[in-house]
């Protein structure tokens, strides 16, 4: 593992069923260790991903998302996003906020459209890495981004976008790794 690129993902859903409900965004960011030993961002993009049946989503995951029709109008579809994240992250170690969750919608989308799962076998999430290292801590009880990111200063200004909310898990990644 060592040596590998990071792949940070993020995405946001209509639902919490990976075989029921889709994703409609997706965020990336990868990085890699410098010269110093520093994560440093390689390349960052994301996809509005459109959904194929809106008719199955949970009304309160689309509220959360910010899901409309005119702000989806001209995205991309979800076979075309996987294409690209597949390219884009080909061997790469999968990171995120609560990785199992969106490994989950991933895992199955990739076997649906047929497209190559691009991610290296293991994976980390920021919330084991965050418990390890604040376990002993009693005064930080959740390990949610949002709770994370207030303890280490790191600011999510537009919270549930899968963009912002990966670039604040790398930040909050960063400093959870400084020994």
């Not at 009304?59 to 597949?86: D, P």
């Not at 604040?134 to 390990?143: E, G, P, Q």
Request: net charge negative; hydrophobic share 40%.
């Amino acid at each position: 593992m060592k040596g590998k690129k990071l792949a940070f993902v993020d995405i946001e859903t209509t639902g919490i069923n990976p075989f029921k409900h889709e994703i409609i965004e997706i965020g990336c960011l990868i990085a890699k260790q410098n010269d110093r030993g520093e994560w440093v961002t390689v390349e960052e993009f994301e996809f509005k991903v459109k959904p194929e049946h809106i008719e199955t989503a949970e009304t309160e995951a689309l509220r959360i998302n910010g899901y409309n029709e005119t702000n989806w109008m001209f995205a991309h579809s979800l076979e075309e996003a996987l294409k690209t994240l597949s390219q884009k992250c080909d061997g790469c170690v999968l990171v995120g906020q609560n990785i199992s969750f969106d490994y989950s919608f991933l895992s199955y989308a990739f076997g649906q459209k047929g497209i190559k799962d691009p991610f290296y076998y293991a994976k980390l999430d920021t919330i084991s890495l965050a418990y390890m290292r604040f376990r002993k801590d009693d005064t930080l009880t959740s390990f949610t981004l949002r709770e994370l990111c207030e303890r280490l200063g790191v600011k999510n200004e537009k919270a549930h976008t899968a963009l912002a909310d990966i670039r604040a898990t790398f930040e909050v990644f960063k400093k959870i790794m400084v020994i």
